[in-house]
């Protein structure tokens, strides 16, 4: 595969997850990646122990790895949940609790990029009271990123695996996406582009590509089926980040799968060594056709 115009990190909370938190960025570093991202890395904790974080921030820049994305609190994640913003009650507590610790461990690692997942429906209150909720913690968290010149992600999971969530399309993760726009005027909130969710989905990857790279500001990837390596699946993850590149995207591109039965050091044979170091020279930015 090649992957010229491509800037690759890797997504620490799906792969390296057989080391402990604190040795994963190093051993990202010795795998050629000097660039990777994580879900919120303490899923009882929205608001952890100082010492923690610092651990972490040290990890992060001994190992001389660049954090470039951050989810807030989204819950048991991995597991039952699917974020907590549009979650009534403790919930959505904990997530504006956490806004401003990612947001100061973020700026305290040089990373402005963050993922704020929905979350799933709950019975037995209004979908419309949800989603009130939901405008209201986003545009809270948008408000809050802007003090670091930093962008909100909305991302959107599929359906087949995560039924009770509400934003399992790329046009209604786009509606949230101008909806917190509309609501603080700061146009920062962008579309994370996640190919495996939306081709579980059954989307069509290039009307997706053409019709909203010029909102998306992170880019993950994982082959389908299987949600494993490029190259395990049916997906032409050349491609589609080739048409991404040829529409103009110069972001970020997440590794966010499953690395199979060996080490997740041995994940990555799809990808060359001299491609997955985040500062090699880029390739000369494309234009839209």
Partial sequence: MGFPDTRFNVNLSILFTELPLLERPAAARAAGFTAVELWWPWVDAPVPDPAETAALRAALQDAGTQLVGLNFYAG??????RGALSVPGAESERF???????????????????????????EGVPAAEQ??????????????????AGTLLIEALNAPESPHCPIVSAPRAIEVVDAVNAATGLDNARFLM???HLSMNGEDLHEVIDRYAAKTAHVQIADNPGRGAPGTGGLDL?????????AGYRGWTGLEYK????PSADAFGWLPAPLRAADRPAGPRRHPA
């Fill in 259 to 262: 690395p199979g039965d060996g």
């Fill in 194 to 196: 996640d190919l495996y």
């Fill in 96 to 122: 504006r609790a956490n806004v401003p610790v990612a947001v100061e461990f973020a700026r305290s690692v040089g990373c402005t990029s963050f993922n704020a997942l929905y979350g799933n429906r709950v």
């Fill in 76 to 81: 048991q994640l991995p597991g039952p949940d």
């Fill in 131 to 148: 989603d009130e909720l939901a405008l209201e913690n986003l545009a809270f968290a948008a408000r809050a990123v802007a003090e670091v």
């Fill in 238 to 246: 050349a491609g589609l980040l080739g048409r991404l590149a040829e």
